[in-house]
Structures are given as structure tokens and as C-alpha cells.
T-cell receptor, first 114, second 115 residues
Framework: SQTIHQWPATLVQPVGSPLSLECTVEGTSNPNLYWYRQAAGRGLQLLFY??????ISSEVPQNLSASRPQDRQFILSSKKLLLSDSGFYLC?????????????FGPGTRLTVL | AQKITQTQPGMFVQEKEAVTLDCTYD???????LFWYKQPSSGEMIFLIYQGSYDEQNATEGRYSLNFQKARKSANLVISASQLGDSAMYFCALITGAGSYQLTFGKGTKLSVIP
């Protein structure tokens, strides 16, 4: 069966510090991978998605970047965090994009920028 | 552009009663899918139920059913026989054929089940 992992689970970082969040999927090959952010009391906003190694699509221009160095690894990064980067970051995957295919979410990383 | 509206920030329901969570959507795409996810306090998003725009029958999954009214562009979630473990945030989400990688989420409804 497939599982998705995210780490760290929680993170407190000062403004201006770098960020690296990691997401890995097990039990499948060539998944589509997604990064979402959820601000407090809000729905999820898609940040990036990837259909393959090295292929990243950005949905919202911002202070963050994403990379996919391996088939089942997706990394969210920032060179300098802003206060507005605080939130709950969720990674998701599916095998096929499209209207019939749900996305499966990881446990999330709660980021607080002080 | 697609949009999801959940007008109920919070709902209360008595244990063992049924509850309906509202969701309306807006898209010009003829092909789309609607999803409901549950988010307990732990934060993970749990997939509950799916309805496709071309599905003629309303979707059902155990105690969850989706009241799909295409002409009104609504996709309400019905939870029957509520349990204490149903207390959580519930999100409606839309994906369209034109934007097949992007799930658009509503702001969610916080459901509290009262013993």
C-alpha cells in the first residue's frame, strides 16, 4: 500500500531564515506530487505541483520554491522566510490527474515564523 | 475560474442525528469532479466521497452521501447517524477538466457532534 510522509511535523523559524520541508511517497512510482498551504481558519491553496522529476509548476508566485530531485521526493524551500509564510503545509499525491482522481494527503507540517 | 463556497463556518449536531453540510460551486467547465475531505484536529486531510459531473446517481460511502444538484451547482454532504468522531473540519473541493491538477477548496465547515 502507498504511504506519504512529511517532515518535520512542526517547525518554528525566525523571519529571514531558510526553509526546507520534505515529502516522500512510498509504494508507488511516478506519482503526481502537490504542495498546499493552509492558513489558519482557511481552506487549502495549491502552491506547486510536479508530474515528474525536475518538473515543477507554480500556481501562486511567492517567496517559496519547490524541487523534485527524485521520483518520490518533493521538497518545499525558501531562502528567507516571511511572517506570512506561517501555516500548515500539506503534501499530496495521485497517480492520474483529472476529474476522477482524488489526491491523497500527508500528515502535514505546521510552520510558525516568528 | 472555479470557486467553492461553504457558507456554514460552524455546525452542531446531536449524536446519532443526521447533518447536512452545504457546498456550492462555480465553474464553466462541463467536466468536473467534487470531493469532500475531513480534517480532524491532527491536521491530515481524509478523503470521504467523490461525485463526478456526469454521474447520474448521488454518491454514497457508508454513512456519507452527497446530495448533488447539478442545475443549482450544489454538492451537499450528508452524514447520517453522527458519531463523536465526526467532529472535525469538512472541506468541499472542485477539480475541473481544464485545470486537472488543481483542487480548489472551500473555506470549510467545522462540525461539532454533541453527546
Amino acid at each position: 500500500s502507498q504511504t506519504i510522509h512529511q517532515w518535520p511535523a512542526t517547525l518554528v523559524q525566525p523571519v529571514g531564515s531558510p526553509l526546507s520541508l520534505e515529502c516522500t511517497v512510498e509504494g508507488t512510482s511516478n506519482p503526481n506530487l502537490y504542495w498546499y498551504r493552509q492558513a489558519a481558519g482557511r481552506g487549502l491553496q495549491l502552491l506547486f505541483y510536479s508530474v515528474g522529476i525536475g518538473q515543477i509548476s507554480s500556481e501562486v508566485p511567492q517567496n517559496l520554491s519547490a524541487s523534485r530531485p527524485q521520483d518520490r521526493q518533493f521538497i518545499l524551500s525558501s531562502k528567507k522566510l516571511l511572517l506570512s509564510d506561517s501555516g500548515f503545509y500539506l503534501c499530496a499525491w495521485n497517480l492520474l490527474a483529472g476529474v476522477y482522481n482524488e489526491q491523497f494527503f500527508g500528515p502535514g507540517t505546521r510552520l510558525t515564523v516568528l | 475560474a472555479q470557486k467553492i463556497t461553504q457558507t456554514q463556518p460552524g455546525m452542531f449536531v446531536q449524536e446519532k442525528e443526521a447533518v447536512t453540510l452545504d457546498c456550492t460551486y462555480d465553474t464553466s467547465d462541463q467536466s468536473y469532479g467534487l470531493f469532500w475531505y475531513k480534517q480532524p484536529s491532527s491536521g491530515e486531510m481524509i478523503f470521504l466521497i467523490y461525485q463526478g459531473s456526469y454521474d447520474e446517481q448521488n454518491a454514497t460511502e457508508g454513512r456519507y452521501s452527497l446530495n448533488f444538484q447539478k442545475a443549482r451547482k450544489s454538492a451537499n454532504l450528508v452524514i447520517s447517524a453522527s458519531q463523536l468522531g465526526d467532529s472535525a473540519m469538512y472541506f468541499c473541493a472542485l477539480i475541473t477538466g481544464a485545470g486537472s491538477y488543481q483542487l480548489t477548496f472551500g473555506k470549510g465547515t467545522k462540525l461539532s457532534v454533541i453527546p
